[in-house]
Structure formats: structure tokens, C-alpha cells
């Protein structure tokens, strides 16, 4: 078997790590809020500027500067929901799109005013782990392990945990849980924070990896999306799945082919399964 093959099937699946990472968070927010995040990528490239500046530029140290990217985007998933999407949760669906729009070229245009338009990074050089004359990104299995502790501990507070219970009793039925005395909006903000903090997660395995600039979300969220609607919005299973597909047919399609290409074989993938599942592979 033709190891160079094999290597960039595994580099596909790392990849997935930090993409699925993403997905659940935006899935999060979606099936509990039912509002699509336009700008979810561009709070991930804020993260990334979080890690940058306590690193590089205070002296944080790493681990350190992970936390407050973390929190400053999970506060700024709590703002984004209270000032934008609440007044907007009784409104047409196209407002939404377009607030979360806006916010996407506001924080560009925020970043790019307060830290310019240069391209950045952390500085740290990771080997690749050398397996049998394979390299595999280091950076990367790091973002899969993370990501797939992520996800376990997501289930289990949802799913053990009795605010995590309340959050997918309002995604399945939030009329009757008005009924029964719970506020939703005290659980949609809860919710949208948990979502930053998984953005703010991601950009930090984000910031090991790629340069940091203020449109780097162009680069990860137009597959963001893809994989959240090819997987079923709002589905958390359908993103991670969906995110091992995307990040497949990328890699391998760059190995076969080019970047390019790879890029319009994942478009394609995308457009055949909306032909034959509208909704996505798990919509419900």
C-alpha cells in the first residue's frame, strides 16, 4: 500500500478533529436557539487573536492563554446572544441571517482596525510523528484527541448533568417547557456561551496550527457550513460525521489530485447529498 496514501488518509481524519470541533459548537447553538450563526467562524478567529496577544505579546504562558481565549469567547457568545440574537428571536429568519452577517464583517473590520491585516502565529514549531516512514501532524492528532474529549464530555453533560437535561428538553419541545415554568432565555444564553467556549476550544487548536490574520475565518467557514448542513443542522452526531466525509475528500482528494480540486470534490460531495437528502444525512 502506497504510504504516502496512507498518510494523507490519516492527516484527512486528524483534520476532522478541529472542524468537528466547530460544527459542534455551531450545531449546539442551532438546535437549542434555532438561529444560525453567520459569524461563528469569525468568533473562532477572535480566540486566535486571544491566544496570540496573552502569548506573544503579555508572556502568558500557553496553557494559560488557552483559558482566557476560552472564556473571552465564551463571554463573547454570551453578548453576541443578549445584544443581537435575542432581539431578534421573534423575527423573521432572514433578520437573523442578517445580524449574524453583519457581526461576521464587524469583527473582521474590528481586527483588522486594532491588529492590521498581517499575518501572525504563535512561533512554536511542532515535529510531526514519524511512523514507519509516515508523518503525521502532531498539531493535528492533538486537535482529533481533543476534539473527541470535547465531544464526550459534551454528551455526558447533556446528557447527566440537569441543566445539560433542561437544554435538550427545550431543543426537542420549547413550547411545552414554557409551560412547565422554565425560562428559555435564561437556557439560550447558557447555550450560546457553551458554544463560544467550544469556538474559543477550537481556536485555540486553530492557532497551533494556521497563521492568525482577520479573515481567517474565510478560510474554515465556508466548510464549517457545509459539513453543519451536510451533517443536519442541529444534529451533533451529523457534524462530527460529516466533518470526517469533508476532511476525507479534501485530503485525499489533494493526494489524487490537487488543493484545488480537492476543494471542489468536497463542494460536489456537498451538492450530490443535498440532491438526495435535503435536510442532510441526519436531519430529523
Avoid at 500500500?1 to 476532522?16: Q, S
Avoid at 476534539?147 to 464530555?153: D, E, N, T, Y
Avoid at 448542513?229 to 476525507?248: K, M, Q, R, T, Y
Wanted: with cysteine; hydrophobic share 60%.
Amino acid at each position: 500500500m502506497d504510504m504516502f496514501l496512507v498518510e494523507a488518509f490519516i492527516n484527512g481524519l486528524l483534520l476532522a478533529g478541529v472542524l468537528g470541533l466547530l460544527a459542534l459548537g455551531l450545531n449546539l447553538i442551532f438546535g437549542v436557539v434555532d438561529v444560525v450563526w453567520l459569524s461563528y467562524a469569525e468568533l473562532a478567529m477572535v480566540g486566535t487573536y486571544g491566544v496570540f496577544w496573552t502569548y506573544s505579546v503579555l508572556g502568558w504562558p500557553l496553557l494559560l492563554s488557552f483559558a482566557a481565549a476560552i472564556a473571552l469567547c465564551g463571554v463573547l457568545g454570551a453578548l453576541i446572544h443578549y445584544l443581537i440574537i435575542s432581539p431578534l428571536l421573534d423575527k423573521e429568519p432572514l433578520n437573523q441571517l442578517l445580524a449574524t452577517g453583519g457581526l461576521l464583517f464587524f469583527l473582521q473590520s474590528m481586527a483588522t482596525l486594532l491588529f492590521g491585516t498581517e499575518f501572525r502565529n504563535l512561533g512554536l514549531v511542532v515535529p510531526p510523528i514519524e511512523i514507519a516512514d509516515m508523518y503525521i501532524s502532531t498539531v493535528r492528532a492533538i486537535s482529533f484527541g481533543v476534539a473527541v474529549v470535547a465531544s464526550l464530555g459534551l454528551y455526558f453533560f447533556l446528557s447527566r448533568t440537569y441543566l445539560g437535561t433542561a437544554i435538550k428538553a427545550i431543543a426537542q419541545d420549547r413550547d411545552v417547557m414554557s409551560l412547565m415554568g422554565v425560562n428559555p432565555r435564561r437556557l439560550y444564553l447558557i447555550t450560546s456561551a457553551l458554544g463560544g467556549g467550544l469556538a474559543g476550544l477550537a481556536a485555540c487548536l486553530l492557532s497551533l496550527e494556521f497563521d492568525i490574520h482577520p479573515f481567517a475565518g474565510n478560510s474554515y467557514g465556508p466548510l464549517l457550513f457545509i459539513i453543519c448542513v451536510l451533517g443536519g443542522l442541529g444534529s451533533l452526531i451529523g457534524g462530527l460525521v460529516a466533518a470526517l466525509l469533508v476532511s476525507e475528500a479534501v485530503a485525499l482528494g489533494g493526494y489524487f489530485l490537487t488543493n484545488e480540486l480537492a476543494y471542489v470534490i468536497a463542494f460536489g460531495l456537498f451538492v450530490i447529498v443535498m440532491f438526495i437528502r435535503p435536510k442532510g444525512l441526519f436531519a430529523k
